[in-house]
């Protein structure tokens, strides 16, 4: 399995948030301003499957603007994300005056809604959705298994016993790691220290990293990440 780090940091840095494409047609999370990156150094119309870990801007808020693209060659697509997507995306459409969208979302997009523990059945993939406590959001973090692979994404969250599950059934995963001192919203850089020597046949990516643990990586031999990685699971 191939996944591709389209952004691995914050809101509050210069770079991309955090954000990914599986293999070639799964999009994870579409944050605000991570549009021209997909549009221009990646093939947005090979996208059938999109997954939404919760409604922050950060993870939401360029959903618009693919599904523009997408619209204009009648792709079919599934999303998973939690309840009051399509809501909000609806609104997203009036509010930004693009409206026309409407006729293909009603027509052309499956929307799934996240239950905790519930697998999906997506294309070739099998998706497993955990909720996850990032404060008091609806926020998930899923396993995708491609029949060869499982991987792990943990999205937001601090931690918490689905935060144990999704490493334990993953060969590697992709986990928060943004904040200075422990919380109920994200994971600190010496949690997930703690977490890779619990589960030393697992393979860390910290990302959604902030400068509060950045420069953390290296010290607690992390795995470094970067905006346009390509990792090959194997």
């Given at each position: 399995m191939r996944v591709t780090i389209v952004g691995n940091k914050c809101t509050w840095e210069?770079?991309?948030?955090?954000?990914?494409?599986?293999?070639?047609?799964?999009?994870?999370?579409i944050p605000q301003g991570s549009f021209k990156t997909l549009y221009h150094d990646y093939d947005l119309l090979k996208t059938r499957y999109i997954l939404i870990t919760h409604f922050h801007s950060d993870h939401f808020a360029d959903l618009h603007l693919v599904i523009d693209i997408l619209e204009r060659f009648n792709i079919k697509l599934i999303i998973l994300a939690p309840k009051t997507c399509k809501d909000r995306l609806v609104n997203i459409l009036y509010t930004?005056?693009?409206?026309?969208?409407?006729?293909?979302?009603?027509?052309?997009?499956?929307?799934?809604?996240?239950?905790?523990?519930?697998?999906?059945?997506?294309?070739?993939?099998?998706?497993?959705?955990?909720?996850?406590?990032?404060?008091?959001?609806d926020a998930y973090g899923f396993v995708i298994d491609d029949g060869n692979f499982k991987i792990g994404f943990s999205g937001d969250t601090c931690m918490c016993n689905n935060l144990h599950k999704i490493i334990k059934h993953s060969k590697a995963v992709f986990i928060d790691c943004a904040k200075a001192e422990v919380g109920l919203n994200h994971l600190t850089a010496e949690e997930v220290k703690g977490l890779q020597d619990e589960y030393k046949?697992?393979?860390?990516?910290?990302?959604?990293?902030?400068?509060?643990?950045?420069?953390?990586?290296?010290?607690?031999?992390?795995?470094e990440t970067y905006q346009g990685q390509v990792v090959e699971i194997k």
């Open positions: 210069k770079e991309l948030s955090t954000s990914f494409i599986v293999n070639d047609d799964m999009l994870i999370d930004f005056e693009v409206s026309r969208l409407k006729k293909y979302v009603d027509e052309n997009i499956t929307f799934l809604e996240c239950e905790n523990g519930k697998t999906y059945k997506i294309g070739n993939y099998k998706v497993k959705a955990y909720k996850m406590i990032h404060g008091e959001l046949d697992v393979i860390f990516y910290p990302v959604h990293l902030s400068k509060a643990t950045i420069h953390k990586i290296a010290p607690l031999v992390l795995n």
